[in-house]
Antibody, heavy 117, light 108 residues
Framework: EVQLVESGGGLVKPGGSLRLSCAAS????????MSWIRQAPGKGLEWISS????????YYADSVKGRFTISRDNARNSLDLQMNSLRVEDTGVYYC??????????WGQGTLVTVSS | DIQMTQSPSSLSASVGDTVTVTCRAS??????LNWYQQKSGEAPKLLIY???SLQSGVPSRFTGSGFGTDFTLTISGLESEDFATYYC??????????FGGGTKVDIK
């Protein structure tokens, strides 16, 4: 069974940092381009970052470029998102996902990040 | 960057209706268009990939069409479980992805 389990969400003040992690199992993680997608409360889905299978190539949405860093550890089947200089508008549920090559469609349950003073 | 525009943003329909959602890309994306369904409190679920291919396990009342910049998701014979929000997503620049703004389908 495929599982993606996010952790690390929580409440942080504007300007603060948070590191999200995603533990993967049940599929060949090191063959998958992995992504982070977020959803602000009551809003739509926003792709924010992806990383290639070996971790060499990373991609970011303009809204997070320069503030967020995606990384992976294929030995541990894990995906991370380091989030710095957080803003109120970064609040939302963050999903780890393997969706870059449909019909593969694996999502985590999401972790909530709240940026508030 | 490729922008995805969905319409309408919301619609009301009854069980048994046929519903159509449209998605337009800001530039040609060939057939690299996927449709997702999201229910409240859940992760999204892939319905249609490559514009018109039905994901395994998805009912045949869901159909997708289009190529280039204009795409359509049609639900024929809406069922109660179909009331949800639908998103298009382009994957022509994968692994950089873009989602449309979403279309909420609710009960009339």
């Amino acid at each position: 069974e495929v599982q993606l389990v996010e952790s690390g969400g929580g409440l942080v003040k504007p300007g603060g940092s948070l590191r999200l992690s995603c533990a993967a199992s049940g599929f060949t993680f090191n063959n998958a381009d992995m992504s982070w997608i977020r959803q602000a409360p009551g809003k739509g889905l926003e792709w924010i970052s992806s990383i290639s299978t070996g971790g060499t190539h990373t991609y970011y949405a303009d809204s997070v470029k320069g503030r967020f860093t995606i990384s992976r550890d294929n030995a541990r089947n894990s995906l991370d998102l380091q989030m710095n200089s957080l803003r109120v508008e970064d609040t939302g549920v963050y999903y780890c996902a393997d969706i870059a090559t449909p019909p593969i469609d694996y999502w985590g349950q999401g972790t909530l990040v709240t940026v508030s003073s | 960057d490729i922008q995805m525009t969905q319409s309408p943003s919301s619609l009301s329909a009854s069980v048994g209706d046929t519903v159509t959602v449209t998605c337009r890309a800001s530039q040609s994306i060939s057939h690299y268009l996927n449709w997702y369904q999201q229910k409240s409190g859940e992760a999204p679920k892939l319905l249609i990939y490559a514009a018109s291919s039905l994901q395994s396990g998805v009912p045949s009342r869901f159909t997708g069409s289009g190529f280039g910049t204009d795409f359509t998701l049609t639900i024929s014979g809406l069922e109660s479980e179909d009331f949800a929000t639908y998103y298009c997503q382009q994957s022509s620049t994968t692994p950089s992805l873009t989602f449309g703004g979403g279309t909420k389908v609710d009960i009339k």
